[in-house]
């Protein structure tokens, strides 16, 4: 389920509850042009119709809760399909021939556009005996990666190697009755980077408006997260990199050279996430903890469901038709407004409608 309006942004806040909220009648006044130009009766009602807001407000967080439940409950269902997955990715078990049956004329005359393509640039042609020698599909993850904007924007070069040792991506939710969380689960084969054979990066959420603004509630949302430890091994680990530094001493005038390990760009700085200051947030480091929180519900969202359909190129086809979709409604849009700027010359006082008596937004 693809509930687009889990907001990707940190915020605090205690539970709503049923305590009372206390209506701000200036912040109202500023928000309802003219509101004080209302009469008193109907500025009581409007007060009542705000609260009854805030018990629908409430009812929707319940709502989102038992969806999480229900999530948690269907994980179990799509767990032996993703087990399937990473055993015929990893090379584990051979797909029998009828597992294997699928037709598509399109898919097949892609193919072959694509192998003529690479053979044109390829120098010489790839061994047979090797082909048949492989097993299972060889860089599944890296390549899905590398086919998602906003996860290709995170690897690096000194990544891939590492990634090539991936072998599933799966996603675990919380036990009944503990706090909201989601995980995401990256199983590693035995590698010589590091001993870890499961990254992990936990999400939390919560689903219940917010004290300060409870009227703004429209879903559940991500409010923090946390990665793990990643055991590197000597001098392979790629989110530090040295660097060489001389230095001159004071008295003596003699240099000397030191080197010392700087933090550099990697996909795996994703494991150790940066945390909200309590001093405040600044725009750079809201940004970047929103980008974290919007990655962590991709992968869990899309990546992980679609694979396959990232792996061949198919799912990038389906995002990019809907933002095609919202730019040519855009686009509709703007033409109407650009048709009711030339009508106006043309005003027929019959057919305009009689003016509002009081207009509120």
Request: proline share 6%; net charge negative.
């Given at each position: 389920?693809?509930?687009?309006?889990?907001?990707?942004?940190?915020?605090?806040?205690?539970?709503g509850?049923?305590?009372?909220?206390?209506?701000?009648?200036?912040?109202?006044?500023?928000?309802?042009?003219?509101?004080?130009?209302?009469?008193?009766?109907?500025?009581?009602?409007?007060?009542?119709?705000?609260?009854?807001?805030?018990?629908?407000?409430?009812?929707?967080?319940?709502?989102?809760?038992?969806?999480?439940?229900?999530?948690?409950?269907?994980?179990?269902?799509?767990?032996?399909?993703?087990?399937?997955?990473?055993?015929?990715?990893?090379?584990?078990?051979?797909?029998?021939?009828?597992?294997?049956?699928?037709h598509?004329?399109?898919?097949?005359?892609?193919?072959?556009?694509?192998?003529?393509?690479?053979?044109?640039?390829?120098?010489?042609?790839?061994?047979?005996?090797?082909?048949?020698?492989?097993?299972?599909?060889?860089?599944?993850?890296?390549?899905?990666?590398?086919?998602?904007?906003l996860?290709?924007?995170?690897?690096?070069e000194h990544?891939?190697?590492?990634?090539?040792?991936?072998?599933?991506?799966?996603?675990?939710?919380?036990?009944?009755?503990?706090?909201?969380?989601?995980?995401?689960?990256?199983?590693?084969?035995?590698?010589?980077?590091?001993?870890?054979?499961?990254?992990?990066?936990?999400?939390?959420?919560?689903?219940?408006?917010?004290?300060?603004?409870p009227?703004?509630?429209?879903?559940?949302?991500?409010?923090?997260?946390?990665?793990?430890?990643?055991?590197?091994?000597?001098?392979?680990?790629?989110?530090?990199?040295?660097?060489?530094?001389?230095?001159?001493?004071?008295?003596?005038?003699?240099?000397?050279?030191?080197?010392?390990?700087?933090?550099?760009?990697?996909?795996?700085?994703?494991?150790n996430?940066?945390?909200?200051s309590?001093?405040?947030?600044?725009?750079?480091?809201?940004?970047?903890i929103?980008t974290?929180?919007?990655?962590?519900h991709?992968?869990?969202?899309?990546?992980?469901?679609?694979?396959?359909?990232?792996?061949?190129?198919?799912?990038?086809?389906?995002?990019?038709?809907?933002?095609?979709?919202?730019?040519?409604?855009?686009?509709?849009?703007?033409?109407?407004?650009?048709?009711d700027?030339?009508?106006?010359?043309?005003?027929?006082?019959?057919?305009?409608?009689?003016?509002?008596?009081?207009?509120q937004?």
């Amino acid at each position: 389920m693809d509930r687009k309006n889990e907001k990707s942004e940190a915020k605090g806040g205690g539970k709503g509850g049923n305590k009372p909220f206390q209506l701000d009648k200036h912040e109202i006044i500023e928000r309802i042009p003219n509101f004080h130009l209302l009469p008193k009766p109907v500025k009581r009602r409007v007060y009542a119709l705000k609260r009854l807001q805030l018990q629908s407000a409430n009812i929707e967080a319940k709502f989102y809760e038992e969806v999480h439940e229900l999530e948690r409950k269907y994980a179990g269902l799509y767990q032996p399909v993703y087990d399937k997955r990473r055993e015929i990715v990893s090379g584990a078990v051979e797909p029998t021939d009828e597992e294997c049956e699928w037709h598509s004329d399109q898919e097949e005359d892609d193919l072959a556009e694509n192998l003529q393509k690479k053979a044109a640039l390829e120098e010489k042609p790839a061994d047979s005996a090797d082909s048949v020698d492989q097993k299972g599909v060889p860089d599944f993850w890296l390549t899905v990666f590398k086919h998602v904007d906003l996860l290709g924007e995170m690897l690096q070069e000194h990544d891939e190697p590492i990634l090539k040792h991936l072998q599933n991506v799966t996603v675990k939710f919380s036990e009944p009755g503990k706090p909201m969380t989601f995980t995401l689960e990256f199983h590693f084969e035995s590698n010589s980077y590091f001993s870890n054979t499961l990254l992990t990066k936990v999400y939390h959420m919560k689903s219940e408006p917010d004290n300060n603004d409870p009227l703004s509630f429209e879903g559940p949302e991500i409010v923090d997260c946390e990665g793990c430890k990643i055991d590197w091994h000597k001098g392979k680990d790629v989110t530090v990199k040295v660097v060489k530094k001389k230095q001159k001493h004071k008295g003596r005038g003699t240099i000397r050279t030191v080197t010392k390990e700087v933090p550099q760009e990697s996909f795996f700085n994703f494991f150790n996430p940066v945390k909200a200051s309590p001093e405040g947030m600044d725009e750079e480091l809201d940004f970047t903890i929103a980008t974290d929180f919007e990655i962590g519900h991709f992968f869990r969202e899309r990546v992980i469901p679609r694979a396959v359909l990232y792996f061949t190129g198919e799912a990038l086809e389906d995002d990019e038709s809907f933002e095609e979709e919202d730019l040519e409604e855009g686009e509709e849009e703007d033409l109407d407004e650009e048709g009711d700027e030339e009508e106006e010359g043309d005003f027929d006082p019959t057919k305009a409608p009689p003016p509002a008596e009081c207009k509120q937004q």
